[in-house]
């Protein structure tokens, strides 16, 4: 049985990454997600594919980004190039765990690998979300977009709210549903959610 203590340090420590995730999540390093060994796998396949597609330039990739053991550094560039800022042009290596945690929603909905999934907001430069942060308060000022480990996304063949909620049972790291936007935004930080804003 769990003793009274416990359960308030455990209830200290969830408040504390609460407000973590406030802030945007501290900066971690990647390939490796924190606690990578106590989560349950993203995707298990033995070949993993994504297909993303930017819909205001209808920019399209189609990769097989892991086979034979270890993840395709060509394919993890054209990804890198379709998720770059697109205020600055500039591209930045982006977390593989991140294409596991999205080509894993689409697994967890019993979808195809070939499911399209909408790029709405890759990497950002420090420049484009310090930009974004004073016009839009749901931006963060230590968003893990400047780092590559994160995305705002939409699936044409799933809800967004569906999108999240599937998000959320994985356990991979951030997860959070805007209503505005209805987008989804997915990072590989810690294992979270929050309260969105609508912008309409």
Known sequence: MINLPFRLARAASVSLMLAVAACGGSPKPFPVPPAEADLPPANTAAIRRIVLVHPPSKERIDVIYWHD??????????????????????????????MDFISGVILRASLPPTTQVDILSGYRSPETNAALVKV???????SFHMQGRAADIRIPALKGDAITEIAKTMQRGGAAFYDGSGHTHVDTGPVRTWATYSTR
């Open 69 to 98: 053991g270890a993840y395709d550094s060509r394919a993890m560039a054209d990804v890198a190039h379709i998720m770059r800022d697109r205020h600055t042009g500039e591209t930045h290596e982006i977390d593989p765990a991140l």
């Open 136 to 142: 839009n308060r749901n931006a963060a000022r230590e």
